[in-house]
């Protein structure tokens, strides 16, 4: 496996890997690697020749007050991780490398992103979608692999791969979960061991949705009541429980349409998100 | 010469021509294709093995008060001229091909845009810079000619491919001019007779100021104080008449470093634009 830490560098090797024939996979991630990771490396080298990882903490991503600093970092593990998986090259770019100064080009996404995360996180998806399109650039990857976890996140990047033609087919991997249900994040560590109790109150709750769903219930109003109870049982503080249409991610109140039902739950350690789709 | 109207199809002959290892030249155009425009086509050829010319009349860059509607448009004139020019394949996309309902995602560029035609025209470079990442993506070119004319646009462009890492290569074909020095553009043929020969101020005002400049005259105001004296002895309107500093595009009152002087110009029937780069 080949690090490598500038966008000319990598340009350079996916210019080298097109040229001889082979297909690229990227996985995009911001380090601190988990098994949901993994699982996308793995199914990157399903579809691809050569499979690229990038790590990078994005700080475009992050509000003002949010965990950029305390984002957890460690290299050696996730190269580690990264080789033993199989990923062939691992791009890691300092923030000075990925903007310049007087960088002042930014992507907006101006549908999709105003509700559920984007409204709790202002400027979250202008950040990524900003820096994904400069990945997509600098790895010139024919496939991507995005996890289901980030739900909105990966409607966000296939709409802006859609608007601006990027040529690259994204492919969606189901979200990894712990034993006990509790979709797997880089900042579940953050968590206290009560609250990492508490926290399969998340895939509960969306338990609760699909099984409330499967006998028939279309009243968005009360299964998200249903699911409210369930973390309201917990020290965890709702920062949003929403049923949004899949594709338009507008609020429903019945459930005609594939639905996606997502929430976000505030611990005093972590902010944590999960989401299912009910179709 | 290819004449090809979807992005999907575009994209496609894009990918076989790399396959086969040939250099991709693009050259974006709105169409009304006039010298300037071939002489972008002709430098394209020295850089690449293959030469594209779009023609789009990008609805996006146009406010609601401008001349989308009016744009002049003559496509069996355009394509036997990029055929005689040697042109290999011309993208002519729709609207709707190019803009999908619900198209939500659009750069922008925060600080160049903001002054010059950019403070004339809000939105404009928006709408730019989208079609242009959007036709980046669809063409996937190694070289793209743009023309010196368009001053700022260049600039903007120049900056987006180094914030997003478009993986181009940029090259800046010199302004072409009537016998008069008028510089080309679709737009002349909207002026009234008379228009047209007193279009010739905005050339005769840079001529000035690149004769005070190479006297020595370093002072911003009195330069564009002579340059003002050449536009207001014409019915042409000021839109605006600026010195900026080459690479910022900030307003200079002495000229240091490498200046841009640029100038935008209404008459009845046309707004006109020009520019020098005093060095």
């Known amino acids: 496996m080949k690090i490598i830490d500038t966008p000319e560098e990598m340009q350079k090797q996916a210019r080298l890997l097109i040229q001889s024939g082979e ?12 098994e949901g990771h993994l699982s996308l490396i ?11 990882v990038s790590i990078f903490v994005n700080p475009a991503q992050f509000g003002p007050n949010e965990d950029l600093d305390a984002y957890p970092r460690d290299f ?23 903007y310049l100064d007087g960088h002042s080009l930014w992507l907006s996404e101006e549908s999709l992103s105003t509700v559920l995360c984007g409204a709790s996180r202002p400027g979250h998806f202008r950040g ?16 991507m692999v995005l996890g289901e976890k980030d739900a909105q996140q990966l409607r966000v990047l296939r709409r802006m791969v859609r608007d601006l033609n990027f ?5 969606a991997a189901p979200t990894v979960r712990e034993a006990d249900g509790l979709a797997m994040s880089s900042r579940n560590k ?4 009560a609250e990492r109790k508490e926290a399969v109150c998340l895939s509960r709750s969306l338990e609760k949705a699909k099984a409330l769903f499967a006998a028939g219930e279309r009243d968005a109003e009360r299964i998200k009541a249903a699911m409210r109870a369930v973390i309201e049982k917990t020290s965890g503080r709702i920062d949003y429980l929403e049923i949004v249409d899949d594709e338009t991610l507008q609020c429903v109140s019945k459930l005609e ?23």
């Open 23 to 34: 297909d690229i996979g990227f996985v995009p991630t911001m380090g601190c690697l988990h």
């Open 42 to 52: 793995r199914i990157a080298k399903e579809y691809a020749d050569a499979v690229v």
């Open 76 to 98: 050696e593990r996730d190269e580690k991780l990264c080789r033993e998986t199989g990923a062939d090259f691992l791009f890691y770019p300092t923030p000075q490398n990925m």
């Open 128 to 143: 990524v979608c900003t820096v994904v399109a400069k990945l997509l650039n600098i790895v010139m990857p024919d496939v």
């Open 167 to 171: 040529p690259v087919k994204i492919i």
């Open 190 to 193: 953050y968590l206290t061991p």
């Open 257 to 279: 349409n594939p639905a996606l039902t997502a929430l976000a739950v505030k611990f005093s350690g972590a902010r944590l998100i999960d989401n299912a789709v009910l179709r």
